[in-house]
């Protein structure tokens, strides 16, 4: 683009700002854009004062009623498959899971190093996830395998007698799919089912809910989430 | 801050907190508004219907972005719609890459008359706007509300590619230095 000009610098800045607000910024430009404003803050100021001051124009957008059916299908959109606001849309859950996942995950590598193995062939991790929640004492380690198998290692917590705990896989947005039942006081070996394994991959959260004996009988969470993480790439 | 606009404000953070509740609320109160921008700015009313959809569900996803004091909320949501509207626009008709421009094009400069009789109860933003050309002020608000390009506003007027380009921009550094005066 050639420009000829004694606009340059931060003003150069400040008007493609300006014509990003308007919205006329050829392609390539508005993509470099974007991305520019997520790290300068003087542009995302530039932003501000073009969005406000360029928002007065908006009472000339003529209010028009949306059809009845608009609102059904972003709830149908976001919301599907899941029961009424459940734990794992919960916010605060996944940035404490999120927070210990990075220590559990060294441990996790160190367990799959050293215990002893029993297969003739080693099992090879691809993917650990850690899994715990804040005010639980259960944990565990996740480790998959490409063969489709997940090798869940209690770290800590008590098998209780009256109740059992129940693995999850959740896929973003979408509803917990049950994985069994597991034991916290031994190695679980759980077989991935096909409907999990089709999705299954770095950011799948794994999670772990204290049932009734024999687990959830609805097919989906009905307990406390006691240990949750993600997937991450070993 | 309005009452409207705080209670609006308050909305958008309690959808951050994944409040369904305020999420059902908050479309109830600006989905109008925001199908206005979506319906004008597309055109095309199933188009409109289905940028709405996607609004929403971005505004859902997204409302732990919103930074109060910025701007005003709903503000925040037009440009939430307006951005994604043009997002759609631009995929259905790719432009051209590049636009060369020329700042050295011949300036009328205001009208000191229409600027004139411009001024009085208008807004501010209306003042400024006033201050430029009529096709000047033209283009800025096609721009806006219309989602024109510049290759429809150089259709809409006539004018070469490259010279729409250094107008608008030089209507924006006037507009720029009217709004900051």
């Known amino acids: ?234 | 801050m309005g009452a409207e606009t705080a209670e609006i404000a308050d909305l958008i953070a309690r959808c951050a907190l994944r409040d369904r509740a305020a999420f059902r609320d908050l479309y109830r109160r600006t989905s109008a508004k925001l199908f206005g921008v979506t319906l004008r700015i597309l055109r095309d009313r199933s188009e409109a219907e289905e940028a709405l959809q996607e609004v929403y569900v971005k505004i859902w996803q997204r409302a732990d972005r919103y930074v109060p004091g910025g701007y005003s909320p709903i503000s925040w949501l037009v440009a939430v719609a307006r951005n994604h509207s043009l997002d759609v626009l631009r995929a259905r008709k790719p432009q051209s890459e590049d636009i060369d421009m020329a700042l050295d094009v011949a300036d009328a400069g205001p009208d000191p008359e229409k600027a004139a009789a411009d001024r009085g109860e208008r807004s501010r933003i209306d003042n400024c706007l006033g201050q430029l050309d009529g096709d000047k002020a033209d283009a800025v608000r096609g721009a806006y509300l219309d989602g024109y390009s510049y290759e429809e506003l150089s259709e809409r007027h006539k004018v070469p590619l490259n010279t729409m380009r250094t107008w608008l921009r030089r209507s924006l550094i006037k507009l720029r230095e009217c709004l900051t005066a």
Not at chain 1, 84 to 111: C, D, E, M, P
Not at chain 1, 149 to 178: F, H, M, N, V
């Open chain 1, 1 to 234: 683009m050639s420009d000829e000009t004694n606009i340059s610098g931060h003003d150069e800045d400040g008007l493609l700002v300006a014509e990003y607000v308007l919205g006329v910024l050829p392609d390539a430009e508005r993509t470099s854009l974007r991305a520019r404003l997520r790290n300068e803050p003087l542009l995302r100021s530039d932003l501000n004062f073009w969005r406000s001051r360029l928002a007065s124009l908006d009472v000339e957008f003529a209010e028009t009623t949306a059809p009845a059916h608009i609102w059904s299908r972003i709830e149908q959109r976001l919301f599907t498959g899941q029961a009424k606001s459940g734990w794992w849309n919960s916010l605060a859950l996944w940035r404490s899971a999120a927070a210990g996942a990075f220590a559990v995950a060294a441990i996790a590598i160190a367990i799959n190093v050293t215990t002893p193995r029993v297969d003739p062939k080693a099992f090879a991790a691809e993917l650990v996830a850690a899994l715990s929640a804040e005010g639980s004492n259960v944990s565990f380690v996740a480790l998959y395998s490409s063969t489709g198998e997940l090798r869940l290692t209690p770290l800590s917590g008590e098998q209780p007698t009256d109740k059992d705990y129940e693995l999850w896989a959740i896929e973003d947005g979408a509803a917990p799919k049950s994985m069994g039942v597991i034991a916290a006081n031994a190695r679980n070996d759980v077989k991935i089912a096909p409907d999990i394994l089709i999705d299954f991959g770095e950011g799948t959260t794994l999670a772990v809910t204290l049932e009734q004996k024999g687990g959830s009988p609805t097919g989906g969470p009905q307990g406390p989430v006691v240990a949750a993480g993600k997937a991450t790439l070993i």
